[in-house]
């Protein structure tokens, strides 16, 4: 069955940076577009970035353009979200979702929580 | 960037009573890009409705979506008690997407 299992979250101090990985399984990786989206505690969803399948064009949402990196590994099956110069405002659960229109599969997600 | 606006926030009913949920976009948008879905406490999002209208596998037929244009619709007939959560809207469009901020539905 599909799987995406993310990993990477913890807890950074601004200014910091983390990498977060998505580990899929169960499904052709390299024909999918592929999206973060997050989620901070207690508030609804906001998309962060997209993929396209084969990797050849990314995209961000303007809160963390500049500052994030998507990138993925279709030989590891694995997804990857770089983000340097963390805020707190990015303290979020952070899922990572299959599919480029509407996101028929989610993980699970990975904390990240940036304080001092 | 199109907005999009859900009503009510927040909507308290009984089980057995339907739901209609509401998502409206500040610009036209393609029906094939509007998409529904379900969240319960420390769950991530499950896609429930794509295309405006049709229902994602294995979702039940008390589940339907409708609306074109602007104006969207989530019904949900006869609420069974897992059925009391969080609902989004979700469109795409540049390669992005914008969710609705959310309406609870809620035992009342």
């Known amino acids: 069955q599909v799987q995406l299992v993310e990993s990477g979250g913890g807890v950074v101090q601004p200014g910091g940076s983390l990498r977060l990985s998505c580990a899929v399984s169960?499904?052709?990786?390299?024909?999918?577009?592929m999206h973060w989206v997050r989620q901070a505690p207690g508030k609804g969803l906001e998309w962060v970035s997209f993929?396209?399948?084969?990797?050849?064009?990314?995209y961000y949402a303007d809160s963390v353009k500049g500052r994030f990196t998507i990138s993925r590994d279709n030989f590891k099956n694995t997804l990857y979200l770089q983000m340097n110069s963390l805020r707190p405002e990015d303290t979020a659960m952070y899922y990572c979702?299959?599919?480029?229109?509407?996101?028929?599969?989610w993980g699970q997600g990975t904390l990240v929580t940036v304080s001092s | 960037e199109i907005v999009l606006t859900q009503s009510p926030g927040t909507l308290s009913l009984s089980p057995g009573e339907s739901a209609t949920l509401s998502c409206r976009a500040s610009?036209?948008?393609?029906?094939?890009?509007l998409a529904w879905y379900q969240q319960k406490p420390g769950q991530a999002p499950r896609l429930l409705i794509y295309?405006?209208?049709s229902r994602a596998t294995g979702i039940p037929h008390r589940f339907s979506g409708g609306g074109s244009g602007t104006d969207f619709t989530l019904t949900i007939s006869r609420l069974e008690p897992e059925d009391f959560a969080v609902y989004y809207c979700?469109?795409?469009?540049?390669?992005?997407?914008?969710f609705g901020q959310g309406t609870k539905v809620e035992i009342k």
């Open positions: 979702v299959r599919n480029w229109n509407y996101g028929d599969s």
């Open positions: 169960g499904f052709t990786f390299s024909t999918y577009g």
């Open positions: 993929i396209r399948y084969d990797g050849s064009d990314q």
């Open positions: 610009q036209s948008i393609s029906s094939s890009y």
């Open positions: 295309g405006a209208s």
């Open positions: 979700q469109q795409y469009g540049s390669s992005s997407w914008t």
